[in-house]
């Protein structure tokens, strides 16, 4: 009998834990209350510094986290609007606004916010970031490179197979560079042009990931890399033979918002609270990691500030960022 009882007692422990697992999703969970679904497409560092806000706010156990990448997570949100699992996402601001113009699906917030920049009612801003020319100083030296100033300077044959990129299909961290060779040379003949000769330069070294060019840069693979530059910042604050260049062109900025999915009657009472808890307690620690100034009284380390940030034109949107990857892929049409 005793043998009996451990055995169903085992199978039961099985059978819970089995129904628990899920690689994907990441956080606590409770059996107690009403778990608060969150979809975000932020990098791990964010992640840990929304999870411990809203821990030390008393919500451990009553959330999920379920991490995606920014392209996965905007066809979702474009597909799927307010029938997605998601109770409140944090997201790449424009993928929020493609979304909320094809199907209406976020709640106004109830909280206030004061951004620099004026933005929609149905998110807040929880950080921004940027890009810059990553050198590794060491490669520079031995390989006798001149020190890129622009954007442009990445189409010089002399960087012929010396320069990491993003491909925008992969990481929106490709749009920044994007932006800057558009915005200052068109999409016509001349941008076009420029754009052919660095995507060549690259050759091998065009990755999916926003971090790949930073990652090769440091390796000593390439001596050049565009990334993101609060990686940069990071590494050369280490000591290690990092530097970073803001291109002349200028340097534009991307931010990642957070909204909560409206689904009437059936929308989680506490979604809003731990909205509110992430963009008020978050900013100190997200700041540091990421340091672009996003709301107002922010401040930053004067060797961290942008000395040429840039607004781009156009509103950002899924439809410009699809012309533009085809602009980068040699596909724009004219």
């Known amino acids: 009998m005793f043998l009996f009882k451990t055995l169903m007692v085992s199978l039961a422990c099985g059978i819970m834990l089995a129904g628990c697992s899920s690689p994907s999703i990441e956080g606590n969970s409770s059996s107690n209350v009403e778990e608060v679904v969150i979809y975000s497409n932020a990098d791990q560092e964010a992640v840990a510094v929304i999870q411990d806000v809203l821990n030390e706010a008393g919500y451990e156990g009553q959330y999920v986290f379920q991490s995606f990448g920014t392209g ?15 109770d409140m996402v944090t997201m790449s ?5 493609s979304a909320q113009a094809k199907q ?16 929609p009612k149905y998110y807040a801003p929880i950080l921004g970031f940027t890009g810059a020319i990553i050198l590794n100083t060491k490669e520079m030296a031995a390989q006798n490179l001149p020190r890129p100033t622009s954007a442009k300077d990445l189409a010089k044959p002399i960087y012929k197979n010396k320069i990491a990129m993003v491909d925008p299909n992969g990481s929106s961290t490709g749009w920044l560079f994007i932006q800057d060779i558009t915005a200052t040379y068109g999409m016509g003949a001349e941008g076009q042009q420029i754009m052919n000769r660095i995507r060549e330069n690259a050759g091998p070294n065009l990755e999916l990931s926003g971090s790949g060019p930073i990652k090769k840069v440091m390796a000593g693979e390439v001596p050049i890399g565009f990334g993101l530059r609060h990686q940069a910042i990071a590494n050369k604050d280490k000591g290690l033979p990092i530097d970073f260049v ?9 931010t990642e918002s957070l909204a909560v999915i409206d689904k009437g009657a059936n929308t ?14 978050a900013r100190p620690n997200l700041l540091k990691i990421y340091p672009n100034v996003v709301y107002e009284g922010e401040m930053v380390p004067s060797e961290n500030q ?21 602009f980068f892929h040699g596909q724009a049409s004219q």
């Open 72 to 86: 996965e997570l905007g066809g979702r949100l474009l597909a799927e609007g307010n029938n997605i699992e998601a």
């Open 93 to 97: 601001s424009f993928y929020l606004e």
């Open 104 to 119: 209406p699906m976020f709640k106004e917030l109830t909280f206030e916010v004061k951004p620099q920049v004026a933005v």
């Open 246 to 254: 803001d291109p002349s062109e200028g340097n534009y900025t991307l």
């Open 268 to 281: 989680n009472p506490n979604a809003m609270k731990m909205a509110e808890i992430i963009v008020k307690n």
């Open 306 to 326: 942008i000395k040429n940030s840039k607004i781009y034109s156009e509103p950002l949107t899924a439809e410009l960022l699809d012309k533009h990857r085809g």
